[in-house]
């Protein structure tokens, strides 16, 4: 007993700890929530992506200020730092995931193999601890089972908060809906078959049918007027009647019409229909995704003796996964609210699992945190030490048609930098911790799609600084001076399994040097050039554009 929750305590430990590891696994996680959270409550510089269009945004508001808004609310009394805005975000989403944790304990009990095995999956401890809607969706699942469990237990006042759940996780992702609505018909079946059966009144299934319609109607007209207001298609017009005008804006149908569109999934890549359960799945769960099918055909033999959480848990697993194989673009995250339905479904066989399960379990977790805590790991550190090579005061003394810049107490001076990101995810440009006005400021350009040929036609089209100085002077920052108080700098940010030559070769007129470099950085779309050369390709690096000598002015001596 001892021993268990020890171990239990060490790898909710672990998880936290693990957060802050600067893996990177799709752009969603930063620019569907913390970008916006941050450009909105901070005021700093941010990328607001085409979901967000006033038009016809396709993301509710409301969700995404309650699982990325808490951390920059708290970092609107706190000093701001590229470190600082990374790290909240990231705990914050860590201790969020504990919700899992403590209402499958509620549900189960004081399973020990079963808490152990939830708080193990390398799931909670990489996907959970970034800012995914996906993510959050799996918490509010799990909030709906802990409140089905109570509505099973004779708790009916828990019907208002399941309607109101329920409502929060469909505006959260359009894949929750599919894995939710087992949860939706088992709290019905139960109240239809306490009314047959004598124990509740028709006056009372009246009364629980109200209160559960009512929590999801309330949630849902919040949720719109909510994103009504956000996206200004509705005004406030104060204190006198009718106190709004405009019309509403309903995010959800948005979603779903834009998904509805094969044309529009096909811009973000079609997969095969059995991927989600070939692939995805055993990706996500491994042993106990097969332990699951194993036990599928036990379990629905077992009929009327299983309870309804039991059988609202196996539902929603085998609901999500078929209906999300239905449609064409599949991505393993969406996957992530089926983890409370498969642990609780199988919570009874656990303890009949044999050894060898437990040590598959292990290696599989082991594995593929190591590969996932890796995947694109430097983008986060290179753009924070971008947020921090340039100062909001500095002074700059010329050299030639460059000058070198350091911290002082000058102001007025304009430092710009250009930072182009070529073969990696795009760079959140909330982590520079910019302010909007800062006189201080990186661009960052994201050079995806883009030919080889283009690229370097844009390197050499940008500014470029003299070699000499940037190897000469690694305390101090080199800039081309482009006006009167105003200077300006190029960045390239290459991960080391793209040739540089491709990019500088001999001919162009510029060379590339080295200024920053973060390791490990592993990018899956290049992993035959990693497993090459691991240790030269596993690195993300920044490099200063320079002219070659025949094209930079000399210095002045």
Not at 62 to 72: D, F, N, T
Not at 314 to 327: E, I, K, M, T
Request: hydrophobic residues 50%; positive net charge.
């Amino acid at each position: 007993m001892r021993y268990s929750s020890v171990l239990y305590a060490g790898l909710l430990i672990a998880r936290v700890l693990f957060s802050v590891l600067p893996a990177y696994i799709h752009p969603d996680e930063f620019f569907q929530s913390s970008e916006i959270a941050a450009s909105d409550i901070l005021q700093v510089a941010g990328l607001r992506t085409w979901e967000f269009s006033p038009l016809a945004p396709v993301r509710s508001i409301v969700p995404i200020y309650m699982y990325a808004g808490p951390p920059m609310l708290v970092l609107s009394f706190l000093p701001l730092t590229p470190q600082t805005l990374f790290y909240s975000s990231r705990v914050f989403m860590a201790l969020l995931s504990f919700a899992v944790d403590w209402c499958v304990f509620r549900i189960v009990g004081k399973k020990r193999r079963t808490m152990l095995l939830l708080a193990s999956s390398y799931c909670l401890a990489v996907f959970h601890v970034h800012t995914f809607a996906n993510a959050f969706a799996s918490v509010v699942l799990a909030a709906c089972f802990w409140l089905l469990a109570g509505i099973e237990a004779g708790e009916r006042r828990r019907l208002f908060a399941l309607g109101a759940a329920l409502a929060l996780g469909s505006f959260t992702h359009i894949a929750f809906p599919m894995f939710a609505w087992p949860l939706g018909a088992a709290s019905l079946a139960m109240l239809v078959s306490a009314t047959r059966s004598g124990r509740l009144t028709y006056c009372g299934l009246a009364s629980a049918l109200i209160r559960l319609a009512a929590g999801g109607i309330l949630t849902v007209l919040a949720m719109v007027v909510g994103d009504s207001l956000y996206y200004g298609s509705l005004k406030w017009q104060g204190f006198r009647y009718p106190f709004v005008s405009g019309s509403l804006t309903f995010t959800v149908l948005n979603n779903v019409a834009y998904n509805s569109q094969h044309d529009n999934l096909a811009a973000h890549g079609i997969q095969p229909r059995y991927l989600h359960a070939l692939v995805n799945m055993p990706l996500l769960f491994g042993p106990l995704y097969l332990l699951a099918i194993a036990r599928l055909w036990a379990f629905l033999r077992a009929g009327s003796r299983t309870s309804y959480v039991s059988m609202a848990a196996a539902a929603s697993v085998l609901s999500g996964v078929a209906l999300l194989s239905a449609a064409p673009h599949q991505e393993a995250r969406f996957l992530l609210p089926a983890l409370p339905g498969l642990v609780i479904s199988t919570r009874r066989w656990l303890p009949r699992a044999p050894r060898y399960f437990w040590w598959a379990w292990i290696a599989f977790n082991v594995a593929l945190f190591a590969v996932f805590s890796v995947h694109q790991a430097g983008v986060v550190p290179v753009v924070a030490h971008l947020g921090e090579s340039v100062w909001p005061h500095a002074q700059c003394r010329a050299m030639g048609a460059d000058a070198l810049c350091s911290r002082g107490a000058s102001a007025g001076v304009q430092l710009n930098t250009r930072a182009y990101f070529v073969s990696t995810y795009m760079a959140p440009r909330h982590l520079l911790a910019q302010r909007a006005d800062a006189m201080a400021r990186v661009e960052v350009v994201d050079l995806v799609g883009m030919e080889m040929a283009q690229i370097r036609d844009v390197i050499a089209g940008s500014i470029h600084v003299n070699e000499t100085l940037v190897r000469a002077n690694p305390g101090e920052l080199v800039f081309r001076q482009t006006a009167s108080a105003q200077y300006e700098r190029t960045f390239v940010v290459v991960p080391g399994s793209v040739d540089l030559e491709r990019i500088a070769p001999l001919s162009a007129n510029y060379r590339l040097v080295r200024v920053f470099s973060y390791a490990p950085h592993v990018n899956f779309d290049h992993m035959a050039e990693t497993l090459r050369s691991p240790v030269q390709s596993s690195r993300l690096s920044v490099y200063a554009v320079c002219g070659v000598p025949n094209v930079n002015t000399p210095l002045d001596q």
